[in-house]
């Protein structure tokens, strides 16, 4: 039984090594041709990673998963990737990774004026692939040193708020001092303000902030313009009695802009209703959104008690059970209104304050012991 152990074993630790491969990698200038011993080379992969020193054929063995993506990159003073060399999916396999001689660049960056600018965006990409490289900010004296990058023709592009952006194509060989000019400029903005929600739109006249700028104020035709600095994004606040405040961002590049922004009525509820009612009569709810559409599925409820919902077209019919001055909510979920009713008693007179509401017992009430009666003495038969 224990030799039939040990046998068990051996499959087991054979499909492991059927699980690795061997990369044989070959570090080569950009000619083609090995660069020798002594680089570092790091192969990665999910949930991995091999190390290994090329030998003096420039070649180095990498055992790595099989079928996994294999990122290669170097470790070198005198040579050097700019992105990690990728192996997909990956075999026994042999490969060439290019490398190129180590270079830096100091890049200075001034206004039009010859003063170096601060916290400027500096931005390396190889040149005809547009592969990205570097993104660097300059410090107080305008400046920045790149990492080892590969020697070769970059673009280099230089952005800062404010000004207008410079693109140029630069050589980085060796030890390279670069220098880049930003002129700073203004562009158009023309904010229009509207009300989606109507159709057509409506042009709303409305205030509107632009933070370090100008505040506007729009005209009946819902615009307003003002002149701000190019290649900059401002948080622009728009507001109006009535409306919900609005606060967007908006982008200005380096040619005069359009930015249209949106109101919304603030939420509220109208109720169209007799501000009078008698015990056992009807009372008509017609409710209505901000903007006149029927508030629909509206609760109605008294002293917290549901009565009842609106329908489709916002309406509810109710009636009151006792005489009183009635504070009836609508509740749509999103906003309530109140609405004040004063109830009477049959017969009583429907001026003033209801008298249960001032305390004097009416008919019908518990231990009323007078009546109020309302005499129409042009008409004979009301009289009793």
């Known amino acids: 039984m224990l030799v039939l152990g040990a046998l068990a074993a051996v499959p087991a630790a054979v499909s492991a090594q059927e699980d690795q491969v061997t990369i044989s990698a070959t570090v080569v200038d950009q000619d083609g041709r090995s660069v020798g011993g002594g680089i570092d080379v790091t192969a990665q992969w999910d949930g991995g990673s091999a190390n290994g020193t090329t030998a003096s054929s420039g070649q180095v063995l990498l055992d790595v998963p099989r079928g996994a993506n294999v990122s290669i990159q170097i470790d070198d003073d005198r040579y050097v990737r700019n992105s990690p060399y990728i192996v997909e999916d990956a075999t ?5 990774v290019p490398v190129a001689t180590s270079a830096t ?3 200075t ?17 190889q040149y005809g692939s547009n ?12 400046t920045v040193t790149t990492p080892a990058v590969e020697s070769r023709t970059y673009r280099l592009d230089v952005l800062k708020s404010g000004y207008y952006t410079n693109r140029t194509r630069v050589e980085v060989q060796g030890e390279t001092n670069l220098s880049a000019t930003i002129e700073q400029g203004e562009v158009l903005l023309t904010v229009s303000v509207v009300d989606d929600n109507v159709e057509p739109a409506e042009p709303l006249d409305a205030a509107v902030e632009i933070p370090s700028v100008a505040t506007l104020q729009t005209g009946t035709d819902g615009e307003s313009a003002t002149r701000v600095p190019v290649n900059t994004r401002y948080d622009i606040s728009v507001t109006k009695d009535g409306y919900d405040r609005n606060e967007t961002r908006v982008r200005v590049a380096e040619s005069s802009a359009n930015a249209t922004i949106t109101l919304a009525r603030t939420d509220r509820i109208d109720i169209d209703a007799s501000d009078r009612a008698v015990v056992g009569g009807r009372i008509y709810f017609e409710a209505t959104d901000e903007y006149g559409n029927p508030a629909t599925n509206a609760t109605v409820s008294l002293d917290g008690e549901v009565l009842g919902r609106t329908d489709d077209s916002g309406e509810l019919r109710i009636t009151p059970e006792s005489a009183g001055v009635k504070n009836y909510t609508i509740d749509d979920g999103e906003t309530q ?13 429907q001026t003033g304050t209801p008298a249960a509401a001032a305390g004097v017992p009416v008919c019908g009430s518990p231990g009323a012991n007078t009546f109020i009666v309302t005499v129409d003495w042009a008409s004979p038969s009301s009289m009793v």
């Open 92 to 96: 026994a396999e042999s490969v060439d």
């Open 105 to 107: 660049a100091d890049i």
């Open 109 to 125: 960056v001034r206004n039009t004026d010859g003063q170096p600018v601060e916290n400027a965006r500096v931005l390396l990409y």
């Open 131 to 142: 592969q990205f490289v570097t993104d660097q900010r300059t410090g107080s004296d305008g």
């Open 337 to 349: 209104s109140t609405v004040t009713i004063s109830v009477f008693a049959p017969g009583e007179s």
